[in-house]
C-alpha cells in the first residue's frame, strides 16, 4: 500500500510525527482486511468490534514531507480471540522506516472478549503463524 506523506502528517521539522505511524499501520490492517473480503462495519452492527491490545513500533529512518511510502501489511498470528499484524514501511529507495506490530482483540459492546467469527479466522489464517 503507498501512502504519501503531506504537510499535515508533519511536526515542525518536516518529520512524520512518531504518532501518525499508527494511523498509518491502521489504514493498512483495514485494507488487509478489505482484500480478504472483511469489513468491520458489518461486525460492529452485530456487537463485535477490534480494539487494539498492544502496539509496538520501531523507529530506523525518519520519513519526511512528499515521501511515498510504501507499507505492507501481513497477520502474522491468529488465535481464536486476537490477531497480531505485523507492518513494515519503507521510502521510495526500499529503506526501512518503521516496523511495528499491533495485535487487536475481539469484544463485544460491553468490552468483553469475544471469540472472532469462524468466517474472519478463515480468510485471514492465508500465510500467519498460530499463536
Known amino acids: ?3 504519501r506523506v503531506y504537510y ?6 518536516n518529520v512524520v510525527y512518531y504518532a501518525n505511524y499508527l494511523k498509518y499501520m491502521e489504514r493498512g ?30 523507529y530506523h529512518a525518519p520519513a519526511v514531507y512528499d515521501d511515498l511510502l510504501d507499507m505492507e501489511t501481513r497477520a502474522a498470528a491468529v488465535s481464536p480471540v486476537s490477531i497480531v499484524f505485523q507492518t513494515t514501511i519503507r521510502n521510495e529507495k526500499g529503506f526501512h ?5 499491533v495485535k487487536v ?4 459492546r460491553e468490552g468483553k472478549v469475544r471469540r472472532i467469527p469462524a468466517e474472519i479466522l ?10
Do not use: P, W
Open 105 to 108: 482483540a475481539c469484544v463485544n
Open 1 to 3: 500500500m503507498k501512502i
Open 122 to 131: 478463515e480468510r485471514i489464517s492465508q500465510g500467519h503463524a498460530k499463536e
Open 29 to 58: 490492517r483495514t485494507e488487509l482486511m478489505r482484500e480478504r473480503g472483511v469489513t468491520f462495519a458489518r461486525y460492529h452492527k452485530e456487537g463485535l468490534m477490534f480494539v487494539v491490545a498492544e502496539a509496538s513500533l520501531k
Open 97 to 101: 522506516l518503521v516496523t511495528g506490530e
Open 8 to 13: 499535515e502528517d508533519t511536526d515542525c521539522g
